[in-house]
């Protein structure tokens, strides 16, 4: 690292780990199709509801994920 370079910042492994599972359980529920299926069984409104909410889900957890990693920092 050159000399001038800041100095990294660790994140703590709780928060590191905190972050993984945040992205993986927003992996899974975006991207497992079953999940979809079976709550909505043949239902268009409960299918385009889960839709939603689960982007919407995802919305919070990034901003979740950007409050974790600046770990009280402002930027």
Known sequence: ???????TRRR?????RAMVAIG???AVVLLFPPIQWWLADGNATISLAY???AGLAV???VALIHHLDAGGEDR
């Open 59 to 61: 919305v919070l957890s």
């Open 12 to 16: 703590p492994p709780r928060t590191q």
């Open 24 to 26: 993986v359980l927003d």
């Open 51 to 53: 839709f939603l909410l």
């Open 1 to 7: 690292m050159p000399p001038d370079a800041p100095p």
